[in-house]
Each structure stands twice: as structure tokens, then as C-alpha cells.
């Protein structure tokens, strides 16, 4: 089969190309997907998983990517709740070789099953987007129907989930980015924009919620903004400065079946849209890492052309 792979940890994206790689081995309780579209993150050839495994050995070549879309083509030993020949998307295991491939092994926990109307390029918009979103507002931050929260990265894979889920629960939300994200962050239903170009982040007033994606001083600085009782929640880094009266978490995303069926039934009621910058060939991946001009919204590499 065919993969993309990445070799060295001091070259990075460099180091990234389109091989052939052996057809994976379904461990128990594993199945092999078939991957009709996949996404990644951007910072995750700097994560540990990528280059040894959970034991610290060396793993390379790996296949990054940790999002997919795709059919299940094979059952491991012991595997239940999925069948051949179904629809389904999740995540893959951060250790283990991810989804920049055209077959990629995953534990069955890790998947949810995926309705025909709901295209694959869209699907695979969603676990980390979609889970990171959810479990950063209501399992860490608590937010709640007419609590204020500001997203900063209004306009990104993320944020842009974020800004959705809480405009449906009921909160007051404020997006903050870039200038040339308000517009798209209008759309999506923001009470009000931040550029932090041009404006000052203090001008937001106090806030129940911050969830930040973009860290540093952004993220040091939106501490003084959470009310007492609130809560400043960020997946960039630990925070250094702690609100006052509040609580700061950082976290990392965990898979969550039950969630990604409610995420994906969101979307099938029209409740909920990932925003996707572009969608790009298996063999454009290497570039689609490597740009540094995002657009707003996640990029997507189509494996499969449906």
C-alpha cells in the first residue's frame, strides 16, 4: 500500500514522501480501515508519538495523521460493535501509525460508525476538531447557557467547532483571530470579533470561558480575563499564569465513541459544519504540511476518490 511517511525527527517535513509500506496487521480488538480521507495536525511531527512508541523505542518510518474517514476492510481477533464493509471515522492511536495511508490499523474503541449521507472528506473534519472542542468547553471548562466564552482561533479547525457548540448551548460567544478571519467568523455566529492584530485583548472585558489554541503571550494574557469561578482552558501548553479566582487546564484530546456519534449527528441536522480549508491528494500531503499560508478551517487529504 501506499503512505506517507516520515523518517527523521531533525529534518521534519523534509524528511516527509509518499512510499510503499506493508499492508498493516490487525492486532486484537484492532480493524483495518480502508481510508477514503484523513487529516492531520500541523505541530505533530514536534509530538513524541510520531517518532517511538509507548515504550520510547524508535517507530520510523511512521505515518502521521490521526484523523480518518474511511470502511472497515478487516476484523482483528476479538473485535466487536464494528462489521467489513462499514462506514466509520474516529481517530488513531497517537503511538501507532495514522491515517496518511490507503489501509491503517486502529482499535475498534476508537471508531464510530458513519451514516452514507455523510461525505468522507467532511467526516474526517471532525474527531479531533470535534472532541477537542467539546471536551475543551463542557468536560474541562463547564461552560453553560448564558456563560460568556472567547475562543481565540475563531476561524481554524478547532475554534470554529467551538464557536458552534457553544452558540447551541446557549452562550455568549466571542471569537478572536486574525483580521482576515472575521468575516468567517461572523458567519459562524460569534456575538462579537477580536482582531488581535490590531486590538487589545484586554478591551473583551471578564469572560466564564477562554479557550485558547494559539498559547504564548496570547495565552498568558487571557488568564486576567476569567472571572472568578471561571475557567481558562488551552490545548497549546501548560499555563504559566494562573486567573485569579479561576481555574487554568490544559489538556489533550482522548477518543470518545459515544461523542463522535453525537458530533456527526449534529452535522446530519445541520446543527453543525466543519469548516474545511482545502482538500488535497494523498501525495500533496507532504505540502499541505509543509505551507505555511493556512486558510481558514482544516485542511483534508482525500485517500479515496468516492
Given at each position: ?111 464510530a460508525p458513519l451514516a452514507a449521507d455523510v461525505d468522507h472528506t467532511v467526516a474526517a473534519a471532525l474527531p479531533i476538531s470535534g472532541l477537542t472542542a467539546w471536551q475543551g468547553l463542557f468536560d474541562h471548562g463547564h461552560l453553560t447557557v448564558g456563560q460568556t ?158
Amino acid at each position: 500500500m501506499q503512505a506517507i511517511t516520515v523518517r527523521d525527527r531533525d529534518v521534519g517535513v523534509a524528511g516527509m514522501s509518499l512510499a510503499d509500506l506493508p499492508y498493516p496487521h490487525a492486532a486484537e480488538n484492532d480493524v483495518i480501515v480502508r481510508v477514503h480521507a484523513a487529516g492531520f495536525t500541523p505541530g505533530e511531527l514536534d509530538w513524541p508519538g510520531t517518532w517511538t512508541d509507548r515504550a520510547g523505542r524508535d517507530r520510523t518510518p511512521s505515518v502521521p495523521g490521526h484523523e480518518l474517514s474511511g470502511v472497515v476492510v478487516e476484523l482483528g481477533y476479538g473485535t466487536t460493535g464494528l462489521s467489513v464493509g462499514q462506514r466509520v471515522f474516529g481517530l488513531t492511536d497517537w503511538t501507532r501509525d495514522g491515517a496518511l495511508a490507503e489501509y491503517t490499523a486502529v482499535e475498534a474503541r476508537n471508531l464510530a460508525p458513519l451514516a452514507a449521507d455523510v461525505d468522507h472528506t467532511v467526516a474526517a473534519a471532525l474527531p479531533i476538531s470535534g472532541l477537542t472542542a467539546w471536551q475543551g468547553l463542557f468536560d474541562h471548562g463547564h461552560l453553560t447557557v448564558g456563560q460568556t466564552v472567547l475562543v481565540h482561533g475563531a476561524a481554524g479547525g478547532v475554534g470554529s467547532i467551538a464557536v458552534q457548540l457553544a452558540r447551541d448551548v446557549g452562550a455568549r460567544v466571542i471569537g478572536a483571530g486574525r483580521a482576515r478571519d472575521r468575516d468567517q467568523a461572523l458567519a459562524l455566529g460569534v456575538d462579537a470579533f477580536l482582531d488581535l492584530q490590531s486590538e487589545k485583548l484586554e478591551e473583551v472585558g471578564e469572560v466564564d470561558v477562554v479557550f485558547d489554541v494559539i498559547g504564548g503571550d496570547v495565552l498568558d494574557r487571557s488568564a486576567a480575563l476569567v472571572r472568578a469561578g471561571g475557567t481558562l482552558v488551552t490545548i497549546a501548553m501548560p499555563p504559566k499564569v494562573q486567573p485569579e479566582g479561576g481555574r487554568a487546564v490544559f489538556f489533550v484530546v482522548e477518543p470518545d465513541r459515544v461523542r463522535l456519534a453525537d458530533l456527526v449527528a449534529r452535522l446530519r441536522d445541520g446543527r453543525l459544519e466543519p469548516v474545511i480549508g482545502a482538500v488535497r491528494p494523498l501525495a500533496e500531503a507532504p505540502a499541505a504540511f509543509a505551507s505555511d499560508k493556512r486558510s481558514p478551517g482544516k485542511v483534508i487529504i482525500r485517500v479515496v476518490q468516492d
